[in-house]
């Protein structure tokens, strides 16, 4: 079984993009928020913030709490809220070298009326996001608690900020998909005669996902998966053991076993799942497919380090090119 180096591969482009902003003397600067406490998200922001303070990158992290929402600081009049605003820390002799918490406004104790209403200042948040010139980048951290409308909520992004490249006419690539496909292609180079199965956790990714290969004039099937529901290895199994390449982007740790799977079968692992202080594992049980899997992108070191640099690439293609118009 052939492993993906996603870690290598992330680094090649990070240090590329160092050289150029250093080069180039811009200053990205990439929004994120965060709505819930989900500790998957909370780990891939880790991850982002750590690579960007490598190379450059400013990144601002908005935590929105379930009932509760932030405030734009830039903002005339200021609203009350319970929330914490993320920054660099200016204090550090190294750019972006640490994160600290510079606002925490504790008074305000009334809940929102209902999960529409928290929408309404998440997306007035974007709107102020979008209307500021030292932003480049915005991004919303998916999965999203349930009863916010993902679409909506992302399609409030410029195109021209909108570097996960997840909303409708974005002027970017989607990165998760992009370094998906990326990893696909060092499996094989044939994909019109194989079948492909997703595995996914949101309807809004399959369907990208779907719309994005479609481009590449490659066809899969998706499958919209939900946790906690045991039957759903029953519903699956068939189609998975008929799958030439299978994508997991679930967050279920270790869901894929070497008996749900064709011989010789291209594993993508994308899921992640934080299991633990300091473990992390994916939607494949490596160990159980090792025998029968020919390819395999791992979790750690696979394709979550490849979508980091991914993403930052656009926030540097985004601070180039539209930084002037933003």
Do not use: W
Request: charged letters at 30%; aromatic letters at 6%; proline letters at 5%.
């Amino acid at each position: 079984m052939r492993i993906f180096n996603g870690k290598k591969t992330a680094e090649k482009i990070l240090l590329d993009l160092k050289k150029r902003i250093s080069k180039e003397k811009l200053k990205p600067k990439l929004a994120v928020i965060l709505v819930g406490q989900d500790k998957t998200s909370k780990l891939y922001i880790k991850l982002k913030r750590r690579a960007a303070k490598k190379i450059g990158i400013k990144l601002v992290l908005y935590k929105f709490k379930r009932n509760v929402v932030d405030e734009d600081k830039s903002s005339s009049p200021p609203l009350r809220c319970d929330a914490r605003v993320v920054e660099e820390d200016k204090s550090s002799s190294l750019p972006f070298a640490n994160a600290r918490v510079v606002e925490e406004d504790k008074s305000s104790s009334l809940p929102f009326a209902n999960a529409r209403v928290k929408e309404e200042k998440i997306i007035q948040k974007i709107k102020n996001l979008n209307n500021n010139s030292s932003v480049h980048g915005v991004i919303v951290q998916l999965p999203l608690p349930k009863k916010f409308n993902p679409n909506r909520i992302i399609g409030t992004i410029n195109p021209k900020k909108d570097v996960d490249g997840f909303r409708k006419n974005s002027c970017f690539s989607p990165v998760l998909l992009s370094a998906i496909l990326f990893s696909m292609k060092r499996a094989t180079k044939i994909f019109k005669k194989k079948k492909i199965v997703a595995l996914v956790n949101s309807k809004i990714l399959g369907e990208t996902f779907k719309l994005f290969l479609k481009k590449e004039g490659i066809k899969i099937d998706y499958i919209l998966t939900k946790k906690h529901l045991s039957f759903e290895i029953k519903k699956v199994r068939d189609k998975l053991k008929r799958a030439d390449a299978l994508v997991a982007v679930l967050g279920r740790p270790s869901f894929i076993k070497g008996d749900m799977i064709k011989d010789k079968a291209i594993l993508i692992d994308a899921g992640i799942t934080k299991i633990g202080p300091k473990k992390v594992v994916g939607d494949v049980d490596r160990e159980s497919v090792k025998e029968k899997a020919s390819f395999l992108t791992p979790v750690p070191g696979g394709i979550g380090p490849l979508t980091v640099a991914l993403l930052l690439k656009n926030t540097y293609l985004a601070a180039k090119n539209y930084g002037k118009h933003s």
